[in-house]
C-alpha cells in the first residue's frame, strides 16, 4: 500500500508568494497604456505641442527687453516688449533729430515746437519753460471698425487667430535749448511709438523713419518763418 504525503504547506505558501512578487515585477517594468487621442483633441495635443516647440526655441534679440510676461500656452497676462535702438540707429537718429534755429528764443522756439505738434495732432501737448520740454502724444486705429468687429466675431467662433497689430500711440519728446551762441537755440526731437496687437501685447521702438522727423521740423520752420512763410 503506497501512501500519497499531503503537500507542505510552507512549501505550497512560499511558492504562492514568489509567483506573486514575479507577477507585481513584471507588472511595474510593463509601460503604461496610453489611451489613443482622437478628433480635436489629437488636434488640440499636437497644436500645443508644436506651439510649445516655437516658443521654446525662439530666441530673442539682444536689445529687445520683455518688461512683461503674459505666458505661452496658458495666456493669463499681456507683455510688453521695448526695443532698444543699436549703435548705428544712434547715430542716425542724431542726424535726424536735431535743428539749429538762429535768431531765435528758448521762448518763441518752444511756442513753435508746440503748435507743429498740435498741428500734427497730438493731444494734449504740454510745455515745461523751465527745463525747455515738450511732450505730447498721439493715439491711431491701425485697422478700420468692421476689420475689429469681424476679427471679434472670427475669434469667439473658431478661438485662436494670429496676433495682428491693432493700434498704436506715438510719444513726442523735444528739449529746446539756447547754444553757445546766446541768439541761437537747439532743437533735438524724439518720437517713440506703442504697437498693440489683438492680444493686448506691446511693442514700444524709437521711430526711426526720416519723413517723420522731415515733417515734423517742416512744421516747427513754418511757425519759426525759417523759410518762407504762407502769408
Not at 512549501?11 to 508568494?17: E, I, K, N, V
Not at 521762448?107 to 520740454?133: E, F, H, I, K, M
Request: hydrophobic share 40%; charged share 25%.
Amino acid at each position: 500500500m503506497t501512501i500519497i504525503s499531503p503537500p507542505d504547506a510552507r512549501a505550497t505558501g512560499f511558492r504562492h508568494r514568489l509567483r506573486v512578487r514575479r507577477a507585481a515585477r513584471r507588472a511595474t517594468n510593463r509601460p503604461a497604456a496610453v489611451p489613443p487621442v482622437h478628433g480635436r483633441g489629437a488636434l488640440a495635443l499636437a497644436c500645443a505641442g508644436l506651439f510649445a516647440a516655437l516658443t521654446g526655441c525662439a530666441t530673442k534679440p539682444a536689445n529687445e527687453r520683455q518688461i512683461g510676461d503674459g505666458g505661452s500656452l496658458v495666456r493669463y497676462s499681456s507683455s510688453q516688449t521695448e526695443v532698444d535702438l543699436t549703435d548705428a540707429e544712434q547715430q542716425t537718429l542724431r542726424m535726424l533729430s536735431d535743428r539749429r534755429y538762429a535768431d531765435a528764443t528758448q521762448a518763441r522756439v518752444l511756442d513753435a515746437v508746440a503748435g507743429a505738434l498740435r498741428a500734427q495732432g497730438y493731444a494734449p501737448v504740454t510745455v515745461d519753460r523751465d527745463s525747455g520740454l515738450v511732450e505730447a502724444g498721439r493715439s491711431d486705429t491701425l485697422i478700420p471698425k468692421w476689420r475689429q468687429l469681424l476679427r471679434g466675431a472670427l475669434k469667439a467662433r473658431i478661438g485662436m487667430l494670429p496676433t495682428k497689430p491693432d493700434h498704436e500711440r506715438v510719444t513726442a519728446i523735444v528739449t529746446v535749448r539756447a547754444g553757445r551762441d546766446t541768439h541761437v537755440a537747439i532743437v533735438r526731437a524724439r518720437f517713440d511709438r506703442t504697437v498693440w496687437d489683438s492680444a493686448g501685447d506691446s511693442r514700444t521702438k524709437t521711430v526711426m523713419e526720416p519723413e517723420y522727423y522731415q515733417a515734423f521740423f517742416a512744421e516747427v520752420d513754418k511757425a519759426m518763418c525759417a523759410t518762407k512763410c504762407e502769408q
